[in-house]
Antibody, heavy 115, light 110 residues
Framework: QVHLQESGPGLVKPSETLSLTCTVSGDSVSGKYWSWIRQPPGKGLEWIGYIFSSGTAKYNPSLKSRVAMSVDMSSNQISLTLRSLTAADTASYYC?????????WGQGVLVIVSS | QYVLTQPSSVSGTPGQRVTISCSGSTSNIGSSNVYWYQQLPGMAPKTVIYRNDQRPSGVPDRFSGSKSGNSASLTISGLRSDDEADYHCASWDDTLTSPVFGGGTKVTVL
């Protein structure tokens, strides 16, 4: 059973950069796709992007200019960076195993963008 | 806003069968697998159906998925109070070359 655990700040100021980490246990990140999805309060799911363990990534065009993902195989972790935050980025952020469909999800982390 | 179309809500009484529809197009559901995610209040999504009709271990067989043409559906048989949740459908879109979601369906147990 694959277990994913997100970690990161719950409160970030506008214009700052968000950095989240997803720690994977029960399997290696190597040779697989990993995704980030977010969900604004009371709304549906929004795909942020996915990354292969080699580092090849694809991002949502609406976020592409502000987002970056990386893989750390030594720590078995996936990372998400989102720059120039606004209130519209307030959401629960989830990491998940897969690219187009997800078998396993992390528990998520609520990120509030506010001064 | 959402590429896939789901009803905003469905309801049923305990023991009933409810079906949630998910409508797409030839570029997504018509050519790719469909996934269904259950999201209990305040919790993270959980996969209840993958690859159209496959149930992960631990998901009761009361949950079933099907796909026909450009549409898919999730059926919950023997509805229980703890099935009350939001259910999201998802698929891959060949034109967008990205995953796409429905807006979610709230299931209420009366």
């Amino acid at each position: 059973q694959v277990h994913l655990q997100e970690s990161g700040p719950g409160l970030v100021k506008p214009s700052e950069t968000l950095s989240l980490t997803c720690t994977v246990s029960g399997d290696s990140v190597s040779g697989k796709y990993w995704s980030w999805i977010r969900q604004p309060p009371g709304k549906g799911l929004e795909w942020i992007g996915y990354i292969f363990s080699s580092g090849t990534a694809k991002y949502n065009p609406s976020l592409k200019s502000r987002v970056a993902m990386s893989v750390d195989m030594s720590s078995n972790q996936i990372s998400l960076t989102l720059r120039s935050l606004t209130a519209a980025d307030t959401a629960s952020y989830y990491c998940a195993f897969g690219s187009g469909g997800y078998r396993y999800w992390g528990q998520g982390v609520l990120v509030i963008v506010s001064s | 806003q959402y590429v896939l179309t789901q009803p905003s809500s469905v309801s049923g009484t305990p023991g009933q069968r409810v079906t949630i529809s998910c409508s797409g197009s030839t570029s997504n559901i018509g050519s790719s697998n469909v996934y269904w995610y259950q999201q209990l209040p305040g919790m993270a999504p959980k996969t209840v159906i993958y690859r159209n009709d496959q149930r992960p271990s631990g998901v009761p067989d009361r949950f079933s998925g099907s796909k026909s043409g450009n549409s898919a559906s999730l059926t919950i048989s023997g509805l229980r109070s703890d099935d009350e949740a939001d259910y999201h459908c998802a698929s891959w879109d060949d034109t967008l070359t990205s995953p796409v979601f429905g807006g979610g369906t709230k299931v209420t147990v009366l």
